[in-house]
């Protein structure tokens, strides 16, 4: 049987494959610069905001603007005001290519958010059967992706502060609000990464054949003592409260 020899070339091809397989978690460099920008001048809006308490309907003119300037939405053909969904309005509704891809509900930047607001805002998604609902009152937005079965279930999947946050961490969670970051599906790979660290799948690991072996192996290179499976697993328990 002939044997197949890995040339420079052939390598190249995987490494390449390797790196183009890899999921997108990032906006373009232009569009984060621009967004960063924009998140800059908005937080001082925010701020002047929240000390004149404005009402809903101008809360939601300053998120209007944002929606063009920080997450790059053209504001006559991807957002849609007032969106009209079985005789009720939800304040914003989001479209690419002239698909929605979600919606969007304000309230006034004094108002806490809270579960009613959420079940407003899932209750107009559900009859659209769209999956990313926003709730914000301008200083807060939460991103809530759904997955439609005999319920509607929620997740959590962003939460930004615009008074707690570092500046840093303000401006990669806004990216995934960018209308680039729909084209990329990011939410979707953000959400693939949340479901994967799970605190149930960390536990099957750390609590695992394989970990609680290496974990044995380790205290005896270390200590001389052996120990059983079951000592290894309470003393790693331990450590996990």
């Not at 999956?131 to 200083?139: E, F």
């Not at 401006?171 to 959400?191: I, T």
Request: glycine residues 4%; charged residues 35%; contains cysteine.
């Amino acid at each position: 049987m002939e044997e197949k020899q890995t040339t420079p070339e052939r390598k190249r091809r995987t490494s390449k494959n390797k790196k183009t397989s890899a999921k997108v978690l990032s906006i373009s460099k232009k569009s984060q610069e621009l967004l960063n920008k924009g998140v800059r001048k908005f937080k001082k809006i925010i701020e002047l905001a929240k000390q004149k308490n404005l009402n809903e309907s101008d809360t939601s003119n300053i998120i209007n603007d944002m929606l063009g300037e920080v997450w790059w939405y053209d504001k006559y053909f991807d957002v849609t005001t007032e969106y009209k969904i079985k005789g009720q309005y939800c304040d914003y509704g989001i479209k690419i290519d002239d698909q929605l891809v979600a919606l969007i509900e304000v309230k006034a930047i004094w108002i806490d958010l809270n579960d009613n607001h959420l079940f407003q805002a899932i209750s107009y998604a559900g009859n659209e059967g769209v999956k990313r609902v926003v709730l914000t009152n301008l200083r807060e937005r939460k991103l809530y992706y759904l997955t439609f079965g005999d319920k509607i279930e929620k997740e959590l999947i962003l939460e930004i502060n615009f008074f707690d946050e570092k500046n840093n961490k303000i401006y990669k969670d806004c990216e995934y609000f960018h209308k680039e970051a729909f084209q990329k599906n990011m939410l979707e790979v953000l959400r693939e990464q949340r479901l994967a660290l799970c605190e149930d799948n960390i536990k099957k690991v750390i609590f695992g054949k394989a970990m609680i072996t290496k974990f044995k192996s380790e205290i005896k290179n270390l200590t001389g003592m052996k120990i059983w499976d079951q000592e290894a697993e309470d003393i790693l328990r331990s450590y996990m409260k």
